[in-house]
Every structure is written in C-alpha cells, then in structure tokens.
C-alpha cells in the first residue's frame, strides 16, 4: 500500500507538471525536422563544417601572393646625425620621421607543398559535409527511436488501463456472485489483489510514459514550457520488404556504398596521404620571388613632404630566392615520419570501419527477420490467449472453472497483448534501424 500511494504521488507531480506545459502537436516529420533544427551535435557539425569550408579557401589563396603595406609614425628627440658636403654634423632637435612599405611575395616552387595541401583541404571538405550528412541521419534515427518509444508507452498504458477496467468489472460480478453464493470471500479477496496489481501497473506504465515524453522534449531541444503530444504512426507490419529477399553481400554492397560515414574515412584517408606527399616538400629546394618598396619622409630635411615621399627616397628592391635545405636537426624528416603515421592510421581506421561495416549489416539484417518472426508468433499467442481467457471466463461464470485459472489466463492475455504491441513495434523500428545502418535513412 505504502509502494502504491508513492507512486500516485509521483503520478501526481508529473501530472501536475505537465498540466503547466503548453502542449505542441507533432507528426514524426515535424519532430525529424525540429530535431535537425536544435539537435547540439547536428549543429555543432555545422559550425565545424564552416572552419573546414575557410581551412580549403585558405589553401587555394596560398597560390596568391602575400602582399603587406607596413607604415610606422615616430619621433626622434636628442642627437641626429647628418651628412653635410662630406662632413658629418651632429645636432640635438627633434625629427619626426615617417615610413612606409610594400611587400610582396610568390612561391614558384615549393616540391609541391602548396598544390597537396590544396587537395588534402579539399578532401577534408568532402569528408566533412558526408560527415554532416551521417549525423542529420543519426538525428533521424534517435528522433524516431524516442518517437516509437513514446508511441509504444502510450499503447501499453492503455492496455494496461484496459486490463484493469476489465478486472474492476469482473470483480463486481464476482462480489455479485459471492452474495448469491455462487463465489466464495476468497475469490473476492484474490480478485481484489489482482485489482490492486493492476493499479500498480498502471501506474508504473504512465510514469514510464511521462519519463520518456520528457526525454522526447529534451532530444528536440523544446522550451522549457513546451510539453510534446505525438501523433501515432501506421505500424502495421509489412508483408513484404525491399531488404528480405536480399543476401548478405548485396546488403553489404549497399552498405559500402550508401555509409556516408565510411565514405568521410576514405576521404580523411585520401587526405592524409596527400599530407604526406606535402611533408616531402622540406626536403627539396625551395624557390620564391619578392618584392619590396619602401619610403619615407624626414623633418630634418627641409623639402617638402611630397618630394621626399614620392620621389627623393623611395626604394624599390625585386628579385628571387632560393632555399636549399642543408641540415635543419631532422625537423624536416620528423615532419614527414609524423605524417606517415597519420596516414597509416588513417588506414587502419579505415579497414576497422569496414569490418564494423560487416558486423552491423549482418546484425540487423538477422535482427531485421527475428523481429518479424516475433511478430507473427505474437499475433498467434494473442489470438490464443484470447481465446482461452474468453472460454474460461464463461466457464468460470458458469462455476465449472475455479478463480486459479481465471487469473491465469487474464494474466496471460495481458502478456499477450504486450508482448504484441512491442513486437509490432520492434518491427517497424527494426527496418528504420536497417535503413540507418545501410546509410539509405
């Protein structure tokens, strides 16, 4: 008693809770489409997606030459230097000087350093936006996940709240009975007991419901005051599916070609390799030409700030350079060993990922066609089940069935009718699941 009046409490808090939410329809679309709104980790993605998108156009301008204008304003005060007719005079003033600079430089050969970046970046970019692509697919996956869980709450509630509407009125014709004398006080009381368990059931059923209507708000990043109230879903079982008549090789193809995730590795891995080739450039000469214009303007010369500026000081400086690596303490080779690595273990992944690959197709392919084994053999223990509680029920009325058996075969219609609503279920998420692990959600 004291366990039941604890969970009508509890009952009550979330009821009373839920009573101040404002409660938002949704259709399993809509919820799709809120949970690749809001989803953290979905976003989050797009952020990271928009640095990779930057990092590519960084490599394709370094082709460009680097231009800088540098300017500088200062004031000299104490002891100035001159040059006068060959003689040098030194005075105390003030000068104030003014400089200004352009630099320019272009790389003509760098062992191909600039050209394997640039493909590497863009490799990175293709693997990222298949990376987007696979979580928007695990946004769907967990939104309809929690949106069946919900859904299945909701219908094992209400079987529940079915069964004990049934019991309550059995035990009024079993009190009936008792006054008449066709019962004893000991099926009246076993009926009673059954009653109470059943309130327990209940009870527990909705307060599941309740906890994953809550956890449904907290994946689609609802407000605070926004309560979700799901559509149902037509989950009949399918009769026939695409994936069923297939074996597992083609599956396996499909899986392969579809895993937008697999496809991100083998682009990283494509990446990684071309960054390996890149980090052989510091082993070869390096080839640049440059250009420097510099100027500037002094107080101490008495002309005037146009001619000294734009045509008595200006300077202009262009040419090429060449950087021969000699010996650099083995910066250049541990540069390339580091890469080499990453590229290697960027393979490694990739054949990980590919037995990965395997190992889920084949599981929920074999989970796939249990669960519509489940199905089936559930509808035939419901059919039954039925069957037999109704043929005692009526015996049992007729007093040729004791209250035993009754109770056996009320619990044992209750766990057919759940045992069938989860298979049906598990049915219809099981082929979503297929989908998501194909990579065709």
């Known amino acids: ?17 839920s009573k101040g939410q404002d409660t938002l329809l949704l259709n399993l679309e809509e919820a799709v489409e809120i949970g690749l709104q809001k989803n953290q980790a979905y976003r989050i993605k797009i952020n990271e997606q928009e640095l990779i ?8 301008f370094a082709y460009f030459p680097r231009v800088n204008i540098n300017n500088s304003l200062s004031r000299q005060s104490g002891q100035q230097f001159q040059q006068v007719e060959g003689e040098i005079i030194v005075t105390s003033v003030n000068n104030n000087v003014m400089s200004s600079g352009l630099s320019a ?35 769907v996956f967990q939104v309809a996940q929690q949106y069946l869980q919900v859904l299945l709450d909701e219908e094992l509630h209400e079987l529940a709240l079915q069964n004990l509407e049934n019991q309550k009125e059995q035990l009024r014709q079993i009190e009936g009975f008792v006054e008449v004398g066709l019962n004893t006080l000991s099926d009246q009381y076993n009926q009673q007991s059954e009653v109470a368990r059943l309130e327990t059931v209940a009870l527990n059923a909705k307060i599941q419901l309740e906890t994953d209507l809550w956890a449904m708000a907290e994946l689609l990043q609802l407000e605070p005051n926004v309560f979700p109230k799901l559509e149902p879903v037509n989950i009949s079982a399918p009769q026939e599916s695409e994936f069923l008549g297939l074996d597992l090789e083609p599956l396996y193809e499909m899986s ?4 937008t995730d697999y496809k991100a590795q083998q682009l990283r891995e494509d990446g990684a390799k071309r960054m390996a080739v890149a980090s052989r450039a510091g ?8 250009l420097n214009y510099n100027t500037f303007y002094t107080s101490l010369d008495t002309r005037t700030f146009s001619d000294q500026f734009l045509n008595i000081y200006p300077q202009m400086t262009m040419g090429f350079n060449v950087s021969i690596p000699i010996f650099n303490n083995f910066n250049n080779k541990l540069e390339v060993a580091r890469s080499r690595m990453n590229w290697k273990n960027r393979q490694l992944e990739t054949d990980a990922l590919e037995r990965s690959l395997n190992q889920e197709t084949k599981m929920a392919n074999e989970n796939f066609k249990a669960a519509i084994r489940r199905q089936q053999s559930t509808q035939i ?36 009718q759940s045992d069938h609503a989860q298979a049906t279920y598990t049915l219809y998420f099981q082929e979503i699941l297929m989908k998501y692990t194909l990579g065709i959600l």
């Not at 366990?3 to 009821?15: Q, R």
């Not at 790389?107 to 990376?131: H, V």
């Open 1 to 17: 008693m004291k366990k039941l009046l604890l969970m009508g409490l509890i009952l009550t808090v979330f009821y009373t809770t």
């Open 53 to 60: 998108k930057t990092e590519k156009q960084a490599a394709l």
């Open 105 to 139: 430089g272009l790389p003509i050969y760098n062992g191909g350093r600039l050209s394997n970046n640039y493909k590497a970046a863009r490799l990175m970019e293709e693997a990222g936006q298949q990376d987007l692509n696979r979580e928007a697919q695990e946004v």
């Open 256 to 259: 392969f070609q579809n895993r």
């Open 283 to 290: 082993l070869f000469p390096q080839v640049g030409a440059f």
């Open 381 to 416: 223990q419901l059919n039954a089940a039925a069957e037999a509680q109704l043929a005692i029920q009526e015996k049992f009325k007729l007093g040729l069935s004791n209250f035993v058996d009754l109770a056996q075969a009320n619990q044992q219609l209750a766990t057919a």
